[in-house]
């Protein structure tokens, strides 16, 4: 007969194992609103500073925050009707410049170099939301809005799909397709997985991403679609739209994070230390000490 299990030792391990359960958000802390007066943000990126640059795509302006010392200025304006943004390996912010469904690469004196603005002779959609992987390969979504800016009234191309532009290469290729509007996109810190949202299938896909750069083992990840997206060091995955929702590596719901915002486009981490979650929320930007940290640096 075996002897049974005291049950003070139990309660220990029934202790010992939730404290391994670390909360996300540092402190029980609070989203803090950083500025407001905005028409519409998005696209936030940061850079090795920890500084954050962001959209205002109805305004057309491309803006920083300044992780120092917690304001907010003009980067450049006009911006290409600017969208999404990300820090490429160099330094330089690359923007998805919906006015003529172009992608730029800025430099800090905010020179423009456009890298790429159709695919096959046909106009792009309208690039939307960017990840840079380890060699400096580009992935971007292209789905379709409709823009009141623009002349023509309907897309060129046939399908909304996802594209990678090699290092050292002017041409994309599409990498993955079967979306209804693919929106935000993410990789993990390896280089192995990418994570790609159909908001108009409210889906979103994880992908193996092969050493060529090319996409491979399709897998649904969650029944939700998302706006913008982030990663952070444990290797979840933070979705956009009514707040902010946190998905662990498996696909479990682990944290929501309500913000007092009509919508929450786009979400990234800043900060000297990469602890700081940069939320853009329609009309406003906030931030949100947390206890883990980003993965971009």
Same mark, same amino acid.
């Given at each position: 007969?075996?002897?049974p299990i005291p049950f003070? $030792?139990l /309660?220990? @391990?029934f202790?010992?194992?939730?404290s391994?359960k670390?909360?996300i958000?540092?402190?029980?802390?609070t989203?803090? @609103?950083?500025? !407001?007066?905005?028409a519409?943000?998005?696209? %936030?990126?940061? !850079?090795k500073e920890?500084?954050?640059y $962001?959209?205002?795509?109805?305004?057309?302006?491309?803006?920083?925050?300044?992780a120092?010392?917690n304001?907010?200025s003009?980067f450049?304006?006009p911006?290409?009707?600017?969208n999404?943004?990300?820090?490429?390996?160099?330094?330089?912010?690359?923007?998805?410049?919906d006015?003529?469904?172009?992608? +730029?690469?800025?430099d800090?004196?905010k020179?423009?170099?456009i890298?790429l603005?159709? $695919?096959?002779?046909?106009?792009?959609n309208? %690039?939307?939301?960017?990840?840079v !992987?380890?060699k400096?390969?580009?992935?971007?979504?292209?789905?379709?809005?409709q823009?009141?800016?623009?002349?023509?009234k309907?897309?060129? @191309?046939?399908?909304?799909?996802v594209?990678y532009?090699a %290092?050292?290469?002017?041409?994309a290729k599409?990498v993955?397709?079967?979306f209804?509007?693919p929106n935000g996109?993410?990789?993990?810190?390896?280089?192995?997985?990418?994570?790609?949202?159909?908001i108009?299938?409210?889906k979103t896909?994880?992908?193996?991403?092969?050493?060529?750069?090319?996409?491979?083992?399709?897998k649904?990840?969650t029944?939700?679609?998302?706006?913008?997206m982030?990663?952070?060091?444990?290797?979840?995955?933070?979705?956009?739209?009514?707040?902010?929702?946190?998905f662990?590596?498996?696909?479990?719901?682990?944290?929501?994070?309500?913000?007092?915002? !009509? +919508?929450t486009?786009n979400?990234? $981490?800043?900060?000297a230390?990469q602890?700081? @979650?940069? /939320?853009?929320?329609?009309?406003?930007?906030?931030?949100?000490?947390?206890s883990?940290n980003?993965?971009?640096w």
């Amino acid at each position: 007969m075996r002897s049974p299990i005291p049950f003070a $030792f139990l /309660i220990l @391990l029934f202790v010992s194992c939730n404290s391994l359960k670390k909360p996300i958000i540092s402190n029980s802390a609070t989203p803090i @609103l950083v500025q !407001d007066g905005y028409a519409f943000t998005e696209g %936030p990126a940061s !850079d090795k500073e920890g500084n954050v640059y $962001f959209t205002d795509q109805p305004n057309n302006s491309i803006l920083k925050w300044d992780a120092k010392t917690n304001t907010v200025s003009t980067f450049m304006k006009p911006a290409g009707r600017a969208n999404g943004l990300y820090v490429d390996n160099q330094g330089n912010l690359l923007a998805a410049a919906d006015e003529k469904n172009e992608l +730029w690469q800025i430099d800090m004196d905010k020179k423009v170099r456009i890298l790429l603005h159709h $695919f096959e002779n046909k106009k792009l959609n309208g %690039p939307n939301d960017i990840w840079v !992987d380890k060699k400096g390969g580009i992935y971007f979504t292209d789905p379709y809005y409709q823009r009141p800016y623009w002349e023509r009234k309907e897309a060129e @191309l046939d399908a909304q799909l996802v594209y990678y532009i090699a %290092p050292n290469s002017t041409e994309a290729k599409v990498v993955a397709d079967n979306f209804e509007r693919p929106n935000g996109i993410i990789g993990t810190a390896d280089g192995k997985t990418l994570y790609i949202s159909d908001i108009g299938d409210k889906k979103t896909y994880s992908y193996t991403i092969a050493n060529d750069g090319s996409l491979t083992n399709r897998k649904l990840f969650t029944n939700m679609g998302s706006d913008g997206m982030t990663i952070d060091n444990k290797g979840n995955v933070y979705l956009t739209g009514e707040g902010v929702t946190v998905f662990n590596a498996q696909g479990k719901q682990i944290e929501h994070i309500p913000i007092a915002a !009509d +919508w929450t486009a786009n979400v990234t $981490f800043g900060g000297a230390e990469q602890n700081i @979650l940069f /939320i853009t929320a329609s009309k406003a930007i906030y931030t949100l000490t947390m206890s883990v940290n980003g993965v971009r640096w």
